[in-house]
Every structure is written in structure tokens, then in C-alpha cells.
């Protein structure tokens, strides 16, 4: 899984936008289920959300329901989460992993991770 943030880089304003993309191969992408993960400096990993291999996001963190949202792609094997109106404690190393169940992304469990991509959030 290869990430990559489509903005000006991973250094964001409060307030901005940023959207991450997961690109995939070397394994049925569209049978996964893909999870956005986070874990900020001194902080323990989190589940940011979920996208089921139909699409639909589930499991969202409390902090980020109404800013944040997941996408997929299947026809190009990619996974999107954009992310809106940013905040200094949205700062953290992003990473996207799948799941073989599709539909359940279990922090423990993943099957495949993607190396992180750092977003900062400051002004």
C-alpha cells in the first residue's frame, strides 16, 4: 500500500483541507476492506474509519465525524479519505490498511499497512 497526500504537501493551516490517497497492488483490492489509521506524537494508534469494499465508511472516530470521509476506488485499486477543516490536533503520521474481511478494520488484525504519510496541522 503506497500513500500519498494530494495538497500542497502534509503541511496544512487549521481550517484546510487535505486528501490522502492509498494505492494498492498484489492483492484483490476490491474484496478488502480498507482502514485509515492515525497516531499522533505520543499517542497510541487510532482508528480514524472504516470503508467497507462497497464503499461505505464505517466506524468513524468521534473527533472526526462531519470533517473527515472515506472513498474507494476499485476500478483503480485506490482508497481516498479527505479530510476538511483541520485541526492542530488532526497532527499525526496517517496510514491506510486493509483488511480481508471487507468489512471490518480491526487495528490488530490488519492485513496489510501502508507506511504513513505525516500531516501537520499548524498554523
Known amino acids: 500500500l503506497s500513500h500519498r497526500s494530494w495538497s500542497l504537501g502534509a503541511l496544512v493551516q487549521p481550517g484546510g483541507s487535505l486528501r490522502l490517497s492509498c494505492a494498492a497492488s498484489?492483492?484483490?483490492?476490491?474484496?478488502?476492506?480498507i482502514g485509515w489509521f492515525r497516531q499522533a506524537p505520543g499517542k497510541e494508534r487510532e482508528r480514524v474509519l472504516c470503508?467497507?469494499?462497497?464503499?461505505?465508511?464505517?466506524d468513524l472516530d468521534s473527533d472526526v465525524l462531519g470533517r473527515f470521509s472515506g472513498s474507494r476506488s476499485n476500478a483503480n485499486n485506490t482508497a481516498y479519505l479527505q479530510m476538511t477543516g483541520l485541526k492542530p490536533e488532526d497532527t499525526a503520521v496517517y496510514h491506510c490498511?486493509?483488511?480481508?474481511?471487507?468489512?471490518?478494520?480491526?487495528?490488530?488484525?490488519?492485513?496489510?499497512w501502508g507506511k504513513g504519510t505525516l500531516v501537520n496541522v499548524s498554523s
Open positions: 498484489g492483492f484483490n483490492f476490491d474484496t478488502y476492506a
Open positions: 470503508i467497507g469494499r462497497s464503499g461505505v465508511s464505517t
Open positions: 490498511a486493509a483488511h480481508s474481511s471487507g468489512f471490518f478494520c480491526p487495528s490488530g488484525g490488519m492485513n496489510y
